[in-house]
């Protein structure tokens, strides 16, 4: 387990002070429950690292999965192949019919969240997105999405919508078009995560909501489109610096 913990905890950022200094694995475990008939019910594995840097204790949560691969294997390809996917904690391997079952450990989120956003975003921005990231830890994957429209909704008032409590996300995205304060890049990718939130906010026709795997990749979106956002408009802050200087001159 400290081995499987390792091989994925590679780049591990620390949520507190953002160090990727290292850690110390102070406790790992797993474990999973079973249906009568051998199914896996659910399985969670859990590891503390201690941030080599400022100390503090980070959890990592995994959720334990197994299948059936209806392959087969001989018992010399065991190993290699252990090595080759670190994040099996057993092959599931039966000797008798040389076919193997194997049960992983799949990352669902880290608490805090470990993500570094460049000084320049505003703080209430940064918190909604690290709320955001901290759901994911515990699958609350609508919630994260929802988090993630909440930080949009700041950023479409940061570029100059004025925020009203009856104007919804999607008015003030339509603003932001119009008066074209935005690229039209910037707006699809702001559209695109209000899409995503409104499933997690609204019940649906389905009501399947959102799966863990979709709010990872919505959570990392929203901090790639809000990353990309501020340094673009720190250099329009510092061109328009310069130009004042050079005007002086
Ligand atoms: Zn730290």
Redesign the pocket.
């Known amino acids: 387990m400290q081995e499987n913990i390792k091989s994925m905890a590679r780049g591990f950022m620390?949520?507190?002070?953002?160090?990727q200094s290292g850690y110390d694995i102070v406790f790992a475990d797993h474990s999973e429950t079973r249906h009568v008939y051998g199914d896996l019910l659910e399985g969670k594995a859990i590891a503390v690292l201690k941030?080599?840097?400022?100390?503090?204790l980070?959890l990592l949560v995994f959720s334990v999965k197994e299948e059936d691969f209806g392959g087969s294997m001989e018992e010399s390809e065991l190993e290699p192949f252990l090595a080759e996917h670190p994040h099996v904690l057993s092959p599931g391997f039966s000797e008798e019919e040389g076919s193997i079952a194997p049960m992983w450990i799949e990352l669902m989120g880290q608490y805090p969240h470990g993500f570094k956003l460049s000084r320049d975003v505003p703080v209430t921005i940064r918190y909604d997105l690290e709320e955001a990231g901290d759901c994911l830890a515990v699958g609350a994957s609508n919630a994260a999405a929802v988090m993630c429209g909440r930080a949009i909704e700041r950023l479409a008032a940061d570029f100059g919508i004025k925020p009203d409590k009856t104007m919804m996300l999607g008015a003030m995205l339509g603003e932001l078009k119009d008066r074209k304060l935005v690229s039209e890049d910037l707006f699809n990718a702001m559209s695109e995560v209000k899409e995503w939130r409104n499933i997690g906010a609204h019940p649906g026709k389905d009501d399947q909501g959102i799966e863990l795997s979709q709010a990872q990749k919505i959570v990392e979106f929203t901090y790639l489109l809000v990353e990309q956002v501020f340094p673009r408009r720190d250099i329009h802050k510092v061109k328009d610096e310069l130009k004042q200087m050079r005007n002086k001159k």
């Open positions: 620390c949520g507190y002070c953002f160090a941030c080599r840097n400022c100390r503090m980070n």
